[in-house]
């Protein structure tokens, strides 16, 4: 009996498992809003872009942390954006508003590594959006740290 009802457990998970797989890569980030190209990335499309690695301190690590990803600048320049606003969206819902401007002043990154390992959601990933804080010290602020989004899913341009 109990070998049966393993057995229809295995069939049914995988059942499962084949029907969420399509062969798409999965989308991690959306970049939508005023755009001339709205953009889905995945995991492997965000890896395609230049990456940019960073050391830096925050105030949600004990030590400093090395942080990988895409210059936010590059992503959004995927999508030719028309806006003056970023709005941040993470899994939770968290929502924060970004002036497109930092994009191009600083390097701000789409980190998908922490410590040259990708994030998982647990980790504050896949995505985390980080500033380089330890290179400009006028970033050591909480208006700047609150910009950090993290668990990172949609950007809205406004």
């Given at each position: ?31 939508v809003g005023k755009v001339t190209t709205p953009q889905a990335f995945s995991l ?115």
């Amino acid at each position: 009996m109990l070998r049966h009802l393993l057995l229809v457990l295995f069939v049914m998970l995988t059942g499962l498992a084949h029907a969420a797989d399509t062969g798409k890569p999965k989308v991690i980030l959306n970049v939508v809003g005023k755009v001339t190209t709205p953009q889905a990335f995945s995991l492997a499309e965000l890896d395609k872009l230049p990456q940019k690695k960073m050391t830096v301190s925050t105030p949600w690590y004990p030590e400093p942390q090395t942080f990988e990803g895409p210059l936010l600048r590059d992503v959004l320049q995927l999508a030719k954006l028309k806006g003056d606003t970023l709005k941040l969206q993470a899994l939770n819902d968290y929502t924060i508003d970004v002036p497109a401007a930092d994009s191009q002043q600083y390097d701000v990154i789409v980190a998908s590594r922490l410590n040259g390992k990708t994030m998982s959601i647990r980790e504050k990933g896949p995505l985390f959006i980080m500033y380089p804080f330890d290179q400009h010290e006028k970033l050591r602020k909480t208006e700047y740290y609150r910009r950090c989004a993290w668990q990172l899913k949609q950007i809205i341009v406004e």
